[in-house]
Structures are given as C-alpha cells and as structure tokens.
C-alpha cells in the first residue's frame, strides 16, 4: 500500500543520504497532521513493511493520546517515536515506543537523537522520573548506551523478542 502524502519517493532519497553521516537533523513534537501523517508513514515502513509486523498490531488505537515526534534531514524524514504518560503501581512514567529509522539511516545516530529528545522533552514536562520502552532484543545494547537498563523476562511483540528498559532522569 503507498504511503500517504507522498512519502513513497521521500523513501527513495533518504537512501542516498545512507552513505553521509547525520549532520543536521531537526526533531519537532508532531501536531500538525501532515507531520503525524509522516510519522505513521515511517512507522509503515519499518514495522509492517520492513520487519512484517501485522497492521492491526502496528495500529493499535492508542496514536490519539500520544505525543509523536519527527526527526528530519532537511525535508527529508529520517526518523520517528511515541511517547505517552501512564501508572502503574501508583508510579508514573513516560513511555516511548514505536521509534523507527528507516534502514539507510540507521548506525548515523537518528535514532539516538530521537530517543535524547524525548528524555529532554520529559525532563522539561516534570511529570515523572521514570522512562520506559519495550526494546527489541537486537536493539538492547543501543538503548543501553542511552542510559537504559533491562528489568523483567524476554517477552514477544509482534512476532519479535522484546524486553522491557527503564531510564531514571532527575
């Protein structure tokens, strides 16, 4: 299925961004829905697409309550997250997922750049000190560069290993 607003060609020129080294690299919160639409249209990519993630499971209807964020080299999409605030246990946390690269951008330091946005962006909000995501398990020693360390059992998602990570911020 084509992405929308014309993504399907942005696709094919960040491939050719693959071989240079991310340089400028602007991260915006998503509120306009062209932007969201972007974001969805990675997130496409990557999960369904890419690692054949069923759609209903990409989609799973908690997109509204979320706060999306949007890398970008020049106009080109580079990259994209979710993150929300839940409880559990009388704790609160902010909780990041679906952060996606598209595959010729990835080792160049989008998806850190990402991940560093969002911890910065809770950090500012104040209302917790805590940050989740359930990494998958390939992913493990990047979000442990990060500051992020493993708690609880492999678990699967989607047809892909997964484990849970905390971040502590002040």
């Keep these: 299925m084509p992405c929308p607003h014309g993504v399907d060609s942005v696709f094919a020129t960040v491939v050719r961004w693959s071989k240079r080294p991310v340089t400028t690299l602007d991260i915006i919160i998503a509120t306009d829905p062209r932007d969201i639409g972007t974001c969805m249209a990675l997130r496409r990519a990557v999960f369904i697409d890419e690692q054949?993630?069923?759609?209903h499971e990409e989609v799973d209807g908690e997109d509204d309550a979320c706060t999306h964020i949007l890398a970008r080299l020049g106009s080109v999409p580079a990259g994209a997250a979710r993150y929300r605030y839940r409880?559990?246990?009388g704790r609160h946390y902010a909780k990041i997922q679906r952060v996606c690269v598209p595959e010729g951008l990835r080792g160049h330091g989008v998806g850190a750049a990402v991940i560093g946005f969002i911890v910065d962006q809770v950090?500012?909000?104040?209302?917790c000190r805590?940050?989740?995501?359930?990494?998958?398990?390939?992913?493990?020693?990047?979000?442990?560069?990060?500051?992020?360390?493993e708690y609880g059992a492999e678990y699967d998602d989607a047809g892909i290993p997964h484990r849970d990570m905390e971040l502590s911020i002040r």
């Design 52 to 55: 054949n993630v069923p759609e």
């Design 123 to 127: 950090r500012e909000e104040k209302r």
């Design 130 to 149: 805590i940050i989740r995501l359930g990494a998958q398990t390939h992913a493990l020693a990047f979000y442990r560069k990060l500051g992020f360390r």
């Design 87 to 89: 409880q559990d246990a």
